[in-house]
């Protein structure tokens, strides 16, 4: 099957941004990440351990890193901040671009993998994105306290040559280097929400969809067991 182009292709691709994430954070990879960050945690990582991969979705409480007095502090908080009005979907994603964010209350969510979906019947095939290099990255986030405790939305920025065959955005994904400068912004904003290098990620088929995935996505990928 040949790969669909224009219009065509912008309707394979799923409208949704990732809304599927995974933990599998063990305890040595996780404190490798922070010291490479340069991040003393006050508070224990133990709640940010994940010794099997677990599935985040949108809606489910996982860890994020943020600032807390003069280090950093890891806590559970749910995804997704409330919507603005009844009946509208949870704001699970915050477009990056033109925003300052020197008043947010930022954070990073620590993740081994997202994951991207593509077709226009479900199932859709599944797609997993990783670092190359690292086992453990974050996702550049904003935090804030609502009624029923903290919440948090991921960052999104045009996609990088990895991600762009599959979604006309990701989100903000920061190295273990890149945590503290966030965390503290001690850098401009446009200089580390940005779309990564190709190679940077690797992406592998985990699921394939109802419809066969185009093959210029098959050639990019390597394959899951259930794929």
Known sequence: MLAPGG??????????????????????????????????????????????????????KAPVIHSFGNSVAVSSMRWGFAPGRKGAAPVFNFRAEGRRFRSSKRCVVPASAFFEFTGTRSPKSKWRFHLSEVPVFGVAGLWHEET?????????VPPGADVQPFHDRQIAVLPPSLWALWIYLDREEAELLAPMPAGTLKVELTRRGVQPPPTDLLERASFGEDA
Do not use: H
């Open 7 to 60: 219009a065509e292709a912008r309707a394979w691709r799923c409208p949704c941004m990732c809304n599927d994430y995974e933990r599998y954070l063990p305890a040595d990879k996780l404190e490798q990440a922070l010291s490479t960050a340069g991040l003393e945690a006050a508070a224990a990582i133990g709640n940010a351990v994940c010794a099997d991969p677990i599935e985040v979705r949108v809606g489910d």
């Open 148 to 156: 029923d405790g903290g919440a948090f939305t991921m960052l999104t």
